[in-house]
């Protein structure tokens, strides 16, 4: 069955993301508070991902790392990790 979530789009408190890394695709969730706190986005879920995509390579970086050690999915991503 095909996921018809699109790839970033912003849950109750967070914006979640599917990002392809080596074979599959990896679903991660940025914390509004990391997005709030650490990169000052406002306080609508559309500014948690307009300020998700200005940041993403810095973001992805940090989704890519926690994966290499091996973290369970989904990533959370926290304000702890910047």
Same mark, same amino acid.
């Not at 000052?40 to 970086?61: C, F, M």
């Not at 990533?75 to 990790?81: A, L, M, N, P, Q």
């Given at each position: 069955?095909?996921?018809?979530?699109?790839?970033?789009?912003?849950?109750? $408190?967070?914006?979640?993301?599917?990002?392809?890394?080596?074979?599959?695709? %990896?679903?991660?969730? *940025? !914390?509004?508070?990391?997005? #709030?706190?650490?990169?000052?986005?406002?306080?609508?879920?559309?500014?948690?991902? $307009?300020?998700?995509?200005?940041?993403?390579?810095?973001?992805?970086?940090? %989704?890519?790392?926690? *994966? !290499?050690?091996?973290?369970? #999915?989904?990533?959370?991503?926290?304000?702890?990790?910047?």
């Amino acid at each position: 069955m095909n996921d018809v979530r699109p790839l970033i789009y912003a849950g109750h $408190d967070s914006v979640i993301v599917r990002m392809p890394i080596g074979q599959r695709q %990896v679903r991660a969730t *940025v !914390s509004r508070e990391a997005l #709030e706190k650490h990169f000052k986005a406002g306080k609508t879920r559309q500014d948690w991902v $307009d300020t998700y995509l200005a940041n993403a390579i810095q973001i992805e970086a940090v %989704v890519q790392d926690k *994966v !290499s050690k091996a973290c369970p #999915e989904p990533i959370v991503i926290s304000k702890c990790d910047f």
